[in-house]
Nanobody, 125 residues
């Protein structure tokens, strides 16, 4: 069984930066793709970014965060990150990390097998 724990969410001003972390335990995730999703109040959970497995580092992003967010992973630490820059109020949401038991990236929530509990990011002045 895989456990994912997010951290790093907090209140930040518009234009600010934040780095989220997702620590995995239970098994190594080096062969699996991983992703970040977010859910704002009253909205469906949406794709943010994904990174491939099997030692690869290919990534893809939602259009709304492209150029502002960067996903990365440290396989030695079994940890994934989301660097968020130029934050906007519309980035406010609970951010979830997820693991897809295949090496290729996916934007679909139903393809992810393991989920963290989420971390709140609030962008407000």
């Amino acid at each position: 069984q895989v456990q994912l724990v997010e951290s790093g969410g907090t209140l930040v001003q518009p234009g600010g930066s934040l780095r989220l972390s997702c620590a995995a335990s239970g098994r190594t995730l080096v062969n699996f793709a991983m992703g970040w999703f977010r859910q704002a109040p009253g909205k469906e959970r949406e794709f943010v970014a994904a990174i491939s497995g099997n030692g690869g580092s290919s990534t893809n992003y939602a259009d709304s965060v492209k150029g502002r967010f960067t996903i990365s992973r440290d396989n030695a630490k079994n940890t994934m990150y989301l660097q968020m820059n130029s934050l906007k109020p519309e980035d406010t949401a609970v951010y979830y990390c997820a693991c897809h038991r295949r090496p290729w990236r996916s934007v679909e929530t139903y393809e992810y097998d393991y989920w963290g509990q989420g971390t709140q990011v609030t962008v407000s002045s």
